[in-house]
């Protein structure tokens, strides 16, 4: 028998209270095989040897090996064995990059987390309730479960001025029909969410980038757009801005709250990342908390299924035109998901979950800066579920898309979130030299399969774009 096969050099140590030690096992093993200390082919311990070296029962081991064997990490050889399984291609579906969701939580059985919270939902709620139509903003609890939530970045919070929605994208169209007329400009930066852009052409608004320096959108540029335009609206996301990763300082934030107060501009802050961050600045509601309206999901950062976020509206502000707004296109949260985040908030299974997510995050985002030869020029990283990668100067952004796509992997170039600028402002965005990806990490059903596809990214991205010669 092949010892050095047998070597449980791979095998880490249980952390207390890091979820159970079958998932951590799994954990050990989906580490070692990005790591490439197993590689395709070798041979694992028998499940009782591996379970007297851990001293563990036989069951945990056993467990350990099927889930792993359903992330296709293992696979089975009868009397010869279990090994570690080759790479596996599914030729009919991409591996995706391209959207930002949190990855599944480390140390977390994701199944019975949500058989508990919805047995405790129904044990709470009437069923009947959970099944009819709902007043927008939602209830009081789950106003307070906002407030709650959003404690950690503003302190605390009238949950009167709290409003559930049902997302932040629905969230966000809201504010733009609510807080502007048809034709009007709204302001953000050269780079901004898409989702943000195709709310506003969807509803005949039009954005306009205000150019940036190192901190973020620059004051004086702000002022001087927002009187050229007499805009009223800026769309800000300071911290890990999609997609450049960005965090604004606090000193920036506290000039372009200066500029919406001297001005009475109304913000619209999403700041969905701000819980991936340890030492994030104070929110710009925090220094304008009369101008700002904080919106804070919970699809980015907890499940991307629970359809939940929370609108902080600015002091002294009706909450009925946007409420209007928002039943104009959608009427109500979904109750069931709803009561599911105001439970997981209130229990604290949330932020159990959230630190389960922010350790995944952690250990993905160091992964991928190994694979793809560590943080500098080209590659920047401040930290939760995404990174943006400069491409090789023989790349055009969408060009490189499209080629990525029939390598079966699913990439966002920065064309997706290119604002446009008006006819009086040189744009900085415009005279960047080399085109940007942004590479998502949270999709990947485990770290093997990102890690894999992260060095097929980069193998394609070295090979030079083959032009068509017309003779």
């Given at each position: 028998?092949?010892?050095?096969?047998?070597?449980?050099?791979?095998?880490?140590?249980?952390?207390?209270?890091?979820?159970?030690?079958?998932?951590?096992?799994?954990?050990?093993?989906?580490?070692?095989?990005?790591?490439?200390?197993?590689?395709?082919?070798?041979?694992?311990?028998?499940?009782?040897?591996?379970?007297?070296?851990?001293?563990?029962?036989?069951?945990?081991?056993?467990?350990?090996?099927?889930e792993a064997r359903r992330r296709h990490l293992l696979e089975a050889h009868g009397s010869a064995g279990t090994f570690v399984a080759a790479p596996k291609v599914d030729l009919s579906q991409l591996i995706d990059l391209s959207m930002n969701i949190p990855p599944p939580p480390a140390g977390i059985d994701?199944?019975?987390?949500?058989?508990?919270?919805?047995?405790?939902?129904?044990?709470?709620?009437?069923?009947?309730?959970?099944?009819?139509?709902?007043?927008?903003?939602?209830?009081?609890?789950?106003?307070?479960?906002?407030?709650?939530?959003?404690?950690?970045?503003?302190?605390?919070?009238?949950?009167?001025?709290?409003?559930?929605?049902?997302?932040?994208?629905?969230?966000?169209?809201?504010?733009?029909?609510?807080?502007?007329?048809?034709?009007?400009?709204?302001?953000?930066?050269?780079?901004?969410?898409?989702?943000?852009?195709?709310?506003?052409?969807?509803?005949?608004?039009?954005?306009?980038?205000?150019?940036?320096?190192?901190?973020?959108?620059?004051?004086?540029?702000?002022?001087?757009?927002?009187?050229?335009?007499?805009?009223?609206?800026?769309?800000?996301?300071?911290?890990?801005q999609n997609p450049t990763t960005h965090t604004m300082p606090a000193t920036r934030r506290a000039e372009i709250a200066a500029v919406a107060t001297r001005l009475d501009l109304r913000i619209i802050e999403d700041d969905p990342y701000w819980r991936f961050t340890t030492h994030a600045p104070r929110p710009l509601a925090h220094y304008a908390p009369q101008h700002v309206f904080y919106v804070s999901t919970l699809s980015k950062c907890l499940l991307?299924?629970?359809?939940?976020?929370?609108?902080?509206?600015?002091?002294?502000?009706?909450?009925?035109e946007v409420l209007a707004a928002l039943r104009s296109f959608v009427l109500m949260s979904t109750p069931l998901m709803t009561a599911l985040s105001t439970q997981w908030i209130h229990d604290g299974t949330a932020a159990a979950l959230l630190e389960g997510i922010r350790s995944e995050a952690q250990a993905r985002h160091e992964l991928a800066l190994r694979t793809l030869g560590g943080p500098g020029p080209g590659l920047a990283t401040g930290g939760g579920i995404h990174l943006w990668k400069a491409l090789p100067p023989h790349w055009q952004g969408q060009e490189f898309v499209l080629k990525a796509r029939q390598a079966g992997l699913n990439v966002v170039s920065q064309n997706s979130f290119a604002v446009p600028h008006d006819d009086q402002q040189q744009g900085a965005a415009g005279s960047r030299q080399s085109a940007y990806i942004r590479i998502s990490l949270g999709r990947s059903r485990s770290r093997f399969e990102l890690v894999n596809a992260l060095r097929r990214l980069m193998e394609l991205a070295q090979h030079r774009r083959v032009r068509e010669v017309v003779v």
């Open positions: 028998m092949d010892q050095s096969a047998l070597s449980l050099a791979w095998v880490g140590r249980f952390v207390a209270n890091d979820g159970p030690r079958y998932l951590q096992i799994v954990g050990f093993m989906e580490q070692a095989i990005s790591d490439e200390r197993l590689r395709p082919g070798d041979r694992l311990p028998p499940q009782r040897q591996l379970a007297a070296h851990l001293k563990v029962d036989l069951t945990t081991v056993t467990r350990a090996y099927g994701l199944d019975d987390l949500l058989r508990q919270g919805v047995s405790q939902v129904l044990i709470h709620s009437d069923a009947d309730l959970l099944m009819t139509y709902h007043l927008g903003g939602g209830s009081s609890a789950d106003r307070a479960a906002g407030a709650i939530w959003m404690q950690p970045m503003l302190g605390e919070i009238d949950a009167e001025r709290v409003l559930a929605c049902p997302g932040a994208q629905s969230a966000l169209a809201a504010l733009v029909l609510s807080q502007t007329q048809p034709g009007e400009v709204i302001l953000a930066e050269p780079l901004a969410y898409p989702g943000l852009l195709t709310a506003a052409a969807q509803l005949g608004r039009r954005v306009v980038a205000v150019d940036t320096d190192g901190e973020g959108m620059r004051p004086d540029l702000l002022m001087t757009m927002a009187r050229r335009h007499q805009a009223r609206l800026v769309y800000l996301n300071p911290t890990l991307p299924g629970l359809r939940t976020a929370y609108v902080l509206m600015p002091q002294g502000r009706a909450q009925e």
